[in-house]
């Protein structure tokens, strides 16, 4: 069965902390996604991944890092927390064989909050 | 630029009923499109996907959509709701294989939460 795992299900940080989200994929995809949650808005891309070492920015990455330095692992970097992080971060992997067009797949979440 | 809208914030339905939950899109080129579940406090579970061909798909858990390319819609239907089904539907569209910044990037609408009542 394909897995995503993420480092925790609940997290609460204070304001200014450095947080890091992790992710794991024994999938091995080459591709691998960061999401946040918010009511009313859906998942919004943070940054993506295409490769080990490979990242680009999503469409609100202001305020966040990544690093991906093994090809199973994901991580979400806040340099310094503030509030209006707070929200539920979902990771995902997702592998392309040819033109075939694959799903993504999503670990279970984490819902952080700051304080 | 790619974008999915899901019109309706919430869709109730009685057990039994048939259940649609909406979903247009806009695209330039072909669309590829994808219904995903989530269930209270987990991650989303892919339910099926809109690629080419028969314009009904059918997915997970008694799911079809039903692609209609005139009216730029992908609905999510099933014919007899359950209460398990109670559950937040998010619509989601990607950009064409081999277009520069795709990388099997999605696009999500806002989603829709369904109530199945008794």
């Known amino acids: 069965d394909v897995k995503v795992t993420q480092s925790s299900r609940y997290l609460v940080k204070r304001t200014g902390e450095k947080v890091f989200l992790e992710c794991v994929q024994d999938m091995d995809h080459e591709n691998m996604f960061w999401y946040r949650q918010d009511p009313g808005l859906g998942l919004r891309l943070i940054y993506f991944?295409?490769?080990?070492?490979?990242?680009e920015k999503g469409d609100i990455p202001e305020g966040y890092s990544v690093s991906r330095e093994k090809k199973e692992r994901f991580s979400l970097i806040l340099e310094s927390a503030s509030t209006n992080q707070t929200s539920m971060y979902l990771c995902?992997?997702?592998?392309?064989?040819?033109?075939?067009?694959?799903?993504?797949?999503f670990g279970p979440g984490t819902r952080l909050t700051v304080l | 630029a790619q974008s999915v809208a899901q019109p309706e914030d919430q869709v109730n339905v009685a057990e039994g009923n048939p259940l649609t939950v909406k979903c247009t899109y806009s695209v330039s080129g072909n669309p590829y499109l994808f219904w995903y579940v989530q269930y209270p406090n987990r991650g989303l579970q892919f339910l099926l996907k809109y690629i080419t061909g028969d314009n009904l798909v059918k997915g997970s858990y008694g799911f079809e959509a039903e692609f209609n390319k005139s009216q730029t819609s992908f609905h999510l239907k099933k014919p007899s709701a359950l209460v398990s089904d109670s559950a937040l539907y998010f619509c989601?569209?990607?950009?064409?294989?081999?277009?520069?910044?795709?990388?099997?990037?999605?696009?999500f609408g806002a989603g829709t939460q369904v109530v199945v009542t008794p």
């Open positions: 991944s295409y490769d080990v070492k490979m990242k």
């Open positions: 989601a569209v990607r950009l064409s294989w081999g277009t520069t910044d795709s990388w099997g990037k999605l696009q």
């Open positions: 995902a992997s997702h592998n392309e064989a040819g033109a075939t067009y694959n799903e993504q797949f």
